[in-house]
């Protein structure tokens, strides 16, 4: 990550953030001296590269960067940036037990803290979360609420919290066999998906960049939403260069057992002692979305498989404090336009960019 933003001329600081509970997170920054701080987080299986993979004409850490924002892009625990803890090695199982309960808690908090703190002239930071980097935000405002003072703006690009609506029948189908596929993978010593090695990296890439291209591209049509014209599909190598990056096992099960559960819930451990001793309650409570309430921006697309519009307007209802909200107008944006699109730029970034400056300026 940070050779391909030197290979664009814009000079990059690499740091590290040590979480409350131990791990140690990398955070790649394009540093601006006197700069808004803007602290962008990834989604799911992804890194800080999801912000800058299309280079600095369409890529939303560059766009920011030119207009003179201090872009800090995190990586959360797990993946290939920030696979160090002070306690556990990545290779026990206790390094593996979070989902994105433990990034709202642990990993944002910390993140908007260190930036803060390397940013005397700010109070506030102006947050870009994708995907997950929007589940974890709302289990913040959720579980951590005195972080909304904190954020000047949270841009939520494909939010996800509520899953009542989603019609992915990929994951539909995968969701009803998860729990009993991660109590088979943990029987056999495996907590991380997929597995972070070399060896792994080259068969993804060999078998998705060549031989099994446009099989690999279907496949991720059929779980994100079908759009092939806003992909190019040239730049696969470039893309499984950087992704996927890794997560936890435990990570998919959270999101499976959020599928048709009615709500935006704690994770499930099946067990009430353990249900106690982790949510003092015999089964896990609702996150309170209502806790929420800095200033949101929320966009979405209408051919975004796993995450529907009445579920997203659901989420919008449920927040206090929407001053932005923009179901994008293509029929086919689906789920990885948001990062990977060709004309993300026109289609999203100029009004993203819009709507922070209209924040800034105090217009909105």
Same mark, same amino acid.
């Given at each position: 990550?940070?050779?391909?933003?030197?290979?664009?001329?814009?000079?990059?600081?690499?740091?590290?953030?040590?979480?409350?509970?131990?791990?140690?997170?990398?955070?790649?920054?394009?540093?601006?001296?006197?700069?808004?701080?803007?602290?962008?987080?990834?989604?799911?299986?992804?890194?800080?590269?999801?912000?800058?993979?299309?280079?600095?004409?369409?890529?939303?850490?560059?766009?920011? /960067?030119?207009?003179?924002?201090?872009?800090?892009?995190?990586?959360?625990?797990?993946?290939?940036?920030?696979?160090?803890?002070?306690? +556990?090695?990545?290779?026990?199982?206790?390094?593996?037990?979070? !989902? +994105?309960?433990?990034?709202?808690?642990?990993?944002?908090?910390?993140?908007?803290?260190?930036? =803060?703190?390397?940013?005397?002239?700010?109070?506030?930071?102006?947050?870009?979360?994708?995907?997950?980097?929007?589940?974890?935000?709302?289990?913040?405002?959720?579980?951590?609420?005195?972080?909304?003072?904190?954020?000047?703006?949270?841009?939520?690009?494909?939010?996800? *919290?509520?899953?009542?609506?989603?019609?992915?029948?990929? *994951?539909?189908?995968?969701?009803?066999?998860?729990?009993?596929?991660?109590?088979?993978?943990?029987? +056999?010593?495996?907590?991380?998906?997929?597995?972070?090695?070399?060896?792994?990296?080259?068969?993804?890439?060999?078998?998705?960049?060549?031989?099994?291209?446009?099989?690999?591209?279907?496949?991720?049509?059929?779980?994100?939403?079908?759009?092939?014209?806003?992909?190019?599909?040239?730049?696969?190598? =470039?893309?499984?260069?950087?992704?996927? *990056?890794?997560?936890?096992?435990?990570?998919?099960?959270?999101?499976?057992?959020?599928?048709?559960?009615?709500?935006?819930?704690? +994770?499930?451990?099946?067990?009430?002692?353990?249900?106690?001793?982790?949510?003092? !309650?015999?089964?896990?409570?609702?996150?309170?979305?209502? !806790?929420?309430?800095?200033?949101?921006?929320?966009?979405?697309?209408?051919?975004?498989?796993?995450? /529907?519009?009445?579920?997203?307007?659901? =989420?919008?209802?449920?927040?206090?404090?929407?001053?932005?909200?923009?179901? =994008?107008?293509?029929?086919?944006?689906?789920?990885?336009?948001?990062?990977?699109?060709?004309?993300?730029?026109?289609?999203?970034?100029?009004?993203?960019?819009?709507?922070?400056?209209?924040?800034?300026?105090?217009?909105?």
């Amino acid at each position: 990550m940070p050779d391909l933003i030197k290979k664009y001329d814009y000079p990059v600081e690499t740091h590290k953030i040590l979480a409350k509970d131990g791990f140690v997170l990398t955070a790649h920054r394009i540093p601006k001296q006197g700069g808004q701080p803007v602290l962008m987080v990834h989604g799911l299986f992804d890194s800080s590269s999801a912000y800058a993979i299309l280079g600095p004409k369409k890529s939303l850490s560059f766009l920011l /960067s030119d207009l003179g924002y201090d872009v800090w892009m995190l990586n959360t625990r797990g993946n290939r940036y920030s696979r160090k803890h002070k306690r +556990f090695h990545r290779y026990q199982p206790q390094f593996w037990d979070f !989902s +994105f309960h433990e990034l709202g808690i642990y990993d944002i908090p910390a993140a908007i803290d260190y930036v =803060l703190g390397r940013s005397k002239d700010f109070q506030q930071v102006h947050y870009i979360g994708h995907s997950q980097g929007t589940t974890s935000f709302f289990v913040m405002g959720s579980e951590r609420p005195s972080y909304m003072k904190k954020v000047k703006l949270m841009t939520a690009l494909a939010p996800v *919290a509520y899953f009542d609506f989603i019609e992915n029948p990929i *994951a539909l189908t995968f969701a009803k066999y998860v729990p009993t596929l991660a109590k088979l993978a943990k029987t +056999f010593g495996i907590h991380e998906l997929p597995p972070e090695n070399e060896v792994w990296r080259k068969l993804v890439y060999q078998i998705c960049s060549f031989a099994f291209r446009n099989t690999c591209i279907y496949f991720m049509f059929e779980i994100m939403g079908i759009d092939y014209q806003q992909f190019n599909s040239s730049l696969t190598p =470039l893309f499984l260069g950087h992704t996927p *990056a890794g997560s936890s096992v435990k990570s998919i099960e959270h999101y499976a057992q959020q599928i048709h559960s009615g709500g935006f819930y704690k +994770f499930n451990y099946n067990n009430i002692w353990e249900n106690r001793r982790r949510h003092g !309650s015999d089964i896990p409570t609702q996150y309170n979305v209502a !806790s929420v309430d800095c200033k949101v921006a929320l966009y979405y697309g209408k051919n975004d498989r796993l995450t /529907s519009v009445k579920d997203v307007q659901r =989420l919008r209802d449920a927040l206090p404090n929407v001053v932005h909200e923009n179901l =994008l107008e293509s029929e086919r944006f689906n789920h990885i336009n948001f990062i990977w699109g060709n004309d993300v730029k026109t289609m999203l970034y100029d009004e993203v960019i819009e709507v922070m400056q209209k924040v800034d300026s105090g217009e909105l």
